[in-house]
């Protein structure tokens, strides 16, 4: 059965503190895996979108990597608006519908 | 990109009543999808639906339960049947273009 984790569940950092969260998947014949970020209230919001392994994306704080096993987020001097929750989702097989994984809860103290 | 409108953004239901939910993309879409999310847990799939098709429901969800519409290539509506509290969750809609993008969601609440 096609699976996502990620880790940790809650992270707690000083500003400029970076780290970084991982997204473990077992799925057969991956499509994609994507990045999320939600806000309390809302609706995630795209983040990335990674296809193969080896395969690396940037957007202002955050990268995120992929390997033929888990994606990492990284997250380089982190600010306390970047506090949100970061979601994965995998596509995988002939299916076009996202798994998603249970996220981690990020929290970016000044 | 696509823009998603999804309302109501919130609702306080009596039991056993019924709640629709609609979702508008600024764009016309083959796929869009329906989640639910419980409190402080992450997306879980209802079901499909693409325009021309009848929806597909994932394990757990059925159609008398959770009825839904796909009339046109921008638009969908998610019904909510005969309410019980174990329904209070928020329920959001998603347009699939490549990359998937999410409506706002429906905080619903059943008393």
């Known amino acids: 059965e096609d699976q996502v984790t990620q880790s940790p569940e809650a992270l707690r950092l000083q500003e400029g503190e970076s780290s970084s969260l991982n997204c473990s998947y077992t799925?057969?014949?991956?499509?994609?895996l994507f990045w999320y970020r939600q806000d309390p209230g809302k609706g995630p919001e795209f983040l990335f979108t990674?296809?193969?392994a080896g395969e690396e994306k940037e957007k202002e704080r955050l990268k995120a990597t992929l390997t033929k096993k888990e994606s990492f987020l990284h997250i380089t001097a982190p600010k306390p608006e970047d506090s949100a929750t970061y979601l994965c989702?995998?596509?995988?097989?002939?299916?076009?519908?996202?798994?998603f994984g249970t996220g981690t809860r990020l929290q970016v103290f000044p | 990109s696509a823009v998603i409108s999804q309302k109501p953004s919130r609702d306080i239901c009596q039991r056993g009543t019924s709640l629709t939910i609609q979702c508008q993309v600024d764009s016309q879409v083959t796929m869009m999808f329906w989640y639910r999310q419980q409190p402080g847990q992450s997306l879980t799939l209802i079901a499909t639906?693409?325009?021309?098709?009848?929806?597909?429901?994932e394990s757990g969800f059925v159609i008398d339960k959770f009825p839904i519409s796909r009339p046109n290539l921008t638009f969908s509506t998610l019904t909510v049947s005969n309410m019980s509290p174990e329904d209070s969750s928020i329920y959001l809609c998603?347009?699939?273009?490549?990359?998937?993008?999410f409506g706002q969601g429906t905080r619903l609440t059943v008393v």
């Open positions: 990674l296809y193969s």
């Open positions: 639906a693409n325009q021309g098709s009848e929806a597909t429901y």
């Open positions: 799925v057969s014949g991956l499509r994609g």
């Open positions: 998603s347009a699939q273009t490549g990359e998937a993008f």
């Open positions: 989702a995998v596509q995988a097989g002939n299916t076009d519908k996202l798994i």
